[in-house]
């Protein structure tokens, strides 16, 4: 009876309920609708943008280098300055190229525009036909406004060197399908919104949330009760294990208007509408490992059909899960990541090892570890100083972040 009440009542705060609260707006990059006239560039194209570019104009707003980096469809620049970075569309008229989009600080709520051109004789043409440049052969000139109306600034990027990589990628692994709420991303943390994004922000990889339904369902959300930190109002109250998942889907919407995903929902999101890599499933105390190890197999099997370089591993973050992993039939061919001891990773026969980052860089285990040819991922790491200093000192295959575009400066930039 009570929980009928609750239902009736979530249903009319559904309809009638907004939450106040600070808010990030998105400035309209292209009032004239210009861009929609012009010719989208091709992938080969923003494939050779890609670089580290000194910043000649501008430096006060996006500090001395940037990094340009294709993903998720678009390009994507990520600074070190304030964790700013700017999605951009792009568009080109013959053979001079057009970049629009905006930009956003993390450390604020701070946004604005930013536009920037690439003349013929400046780059244009040959980026056009996927030739990839020299030092000082590219040159984008524009100008960026402020949401607190600072308009016209001059800023002008050059073409350094390319970006910093490695013949095995490393993994930047973005927190909670995206980042957290408090960041006030464009959509809600473990969302299948937010997923989308994943590699625009400069992820290659996500780590998600699995909690259980009381009909049995798998669904990703962080918590283990219904709170206003991570949902709208709705009325219910309690854990997320006391509602199907069709009252969930009813009743709950994120903090930005998303339903609550289904594990499988969110899989196949990441399979189908992305390119990632790679999914850390944190398993909540509530799921059993076993209905996790038919899901995973499930889309590893999927992945492999499609062509996808995917790998989905299963979190073990505590003794509990270890033991349930220990009772499975066929554990030793599952994938595992253990967050705990060498001699559990050992036991676990657990691919990844995943210390968390106030334990040290570790040199020694790490290298112990990628000798008998695991991966050692570290988590989770925000701070600038840090980030830098574990990606200069660290021998790390990966790093989980709540700002995955602040390790991508770090780490394209090298």
């Excluded at 979530?10 to 309809?15: G, V």
């Excluded at 059909?305 to 270890?322: E, N």
Aim: proline share 3%.
């Amino acid at each position: 009876m009570i929980r009928s009440l609750l239902i009736i009542l979530a249903s009319c705060c559904l309809l009638s309920c907004t939450e106040d609260a600070e808010s990030v707006i998105i400035p309209d990059f292209d009032p004239s609708g210009s861009l929609a006239g012009m010719t989208r560039l091709s992938e080969a194209t923003m494939m050779a943008m890609e670089g580290v570019y000194a910043v000649t104009d501008g430096e006060q707003f996006l500090g001395d280098e940037i990094v340009l980096k294709y993903g998720g469809g678009g390009l994507s620049v990520f600074t070190g300055r304030d964790a700013t970075y700017c999605f951009l569309e792009s568009g080109a008229v013959d053979s001079t190229l057009t970049l629009a989009g905006y930009w956003r600080r993390l450390v604020n709520t701070e946004t604005g525009v930013l536009q920037l051109t690439i003349a013929p004789e400046q780059g244009g043409g040959m980026l056009q036909r996927g030739q990839r440049p020299r030092q000082g052969q590219v040159v984008a000139r524009g100008q960026f406004n402020t949401s607190s109306g600072q308009s016209g600034r001059d800023i002008t990027l050059v073409w350094q060197r390319p970006v910093h990589e490695e013949s095995t990628p490393f993994l930047i692994l973005a927190h909670r399908a995206g980042g957290r709420n408090s960041d006030l991303l464009p959509a809600s943390e473990n969302s299948a919104e937010l997923v989308r994004l994943a590699e625009r922000f400069g992820a290659n990889g996500v780590e998600i949330d699995v909690q259980l339904t009381s009909d049995g369902v798998p669904v990703i959300y962080h918590d283990e009760k219904l709170n206003l930190r991570l949902t709208q109002k709705s009325g219910l109250v309690g854990a997320i294990s006391d509602y199907t998942i069709a009252q969930l889907e009813t009743f709950v919407r994120l903090r930005n208007g998303e339903r609550i995903p289904t594990l499988k929902r969110m899989l196949a999101t990441i399979l189908r509408q992305t390119d990632l890599r790679f999914v850390w499933l944190d398993s909540k105390p509530s799921v059993p490992l076993s209905l996790l190890r038919e899901i995973q197999k499930s889309y590893a099997d999927s992945a492999r059909i499609f062509g996808r370089d995917l790998t989905i591993v299963i979190g073990l973050p505590d003794d509990d899960k270890v033991q349930e992993l220990l009772r499975l039939t066929d554990y030793a061919e599952a994938d595992v990541l253990c967050e705990l001891s060498l001699d559990l990773v050992r036991q676990t026969q657990a691919e990844f090892w995943a210390p968390r980052w106030t334990l040290g860089t570790q040199n020694a285990a790490v290298q112990e570890m990628q000798g008998e040819g695991r991966k050692v991922l570290v988590w989770t790491l925000d701070d600038a100083k840090f980030i830098e200093a574990y990606l200069r000192d660290g021998n790390f295959n990966g790093m989980l972040t709540n700002y995955p575009s602040l390790v991508a400066y770090y780490y394209y930039r090298q």
